[in-house]
C-alpha cells in the first residue's frame, strides 16, 4: 500500500493541482479564443477578400472523382487561423500586462526590515517579526 500513499502524496501536492486548473482553464480560455477568430474575425476577414473561402482550393492528382486532392487550402485556412489565433492570444496578453504594469506601478504598500529583511507595512514603528524599533523617519 506503499504506492497509494506516494500517488496520493503526489496528487495533493500544490503544483499537480495547479496544472490541473490551469490546463482546465486554458481548454476554456482556447474555446473563447477559436469562437473570437471563427465567429468574428474571420466573417471580417472574408468581407475584406471578397468572400475567397481557401478551404475549397484544391488540386486533383488524377483523373475522375475518386482521384485523390492535394488540398493546400485547407492548409492555407489552418495557416491563417493560427496566425489569427496567434495575433489575438498576443493582444490580450499585451493588454493583460499592460493592467498589471499599472497596478505594479502603483506606490508600494510594505517596506523591508533592515534588521530581519521581512515586509512589514510602511506606517509601521516597529517590526512584528523580529521587534526592532524602527525610525519613523529611518529610509528602508
Do not use: W
Amino acid at each position: 500500500m506503499k504506492i497509494i500513499r506516494e500517488f496520493k502524496a503526489f496528487l495533493s501536492r500544490g503544483n499537480v493541482i495547479d496544472m490541473a486548473v490551469g490546463i482546465i482553464v486554458g481548454g476554456a480560455f482556447t474555446a473563447i479564443v477559436n469562437s473570437l477568430v471563427t465567429d468574428l474575425i474571420n466573417p471580417l476577414l472574408g468581407v475584406l477578400t471578397g468572400g475567397i473561402d481557401f478551404s475549397a482550393l484544391s488540386i486533383k492528382l488524377g483523373q475522375g472523382e475518386d482521384a485523390p486532392a492535394f488540398a493546400y487550402g485547407s492548409f492555407l485556412s489552418a495557416v491563417i487561423n493560427f496566425l489569427l489565433v496567434a495575433l489575438v492570444l498576443f493582444l490580450l496578453i499585451k493588454a493583460l500586462n499592460r493592467f498589471h504594469k499599472k497596478k505594479e506601478e502603483s506606490a508600494p504598500a510594505v517596506k523591508t526590515c533592515p534588521f530581519c529583511k521581512t515586509e512589514i507595512p510602511l506606517e509601521a514603528s516597529r517590526c512584528p517579526h523580529c521587534t526592532s524599533q524602527l525610525e519613523p523617519e529611518q529610509e528602508v
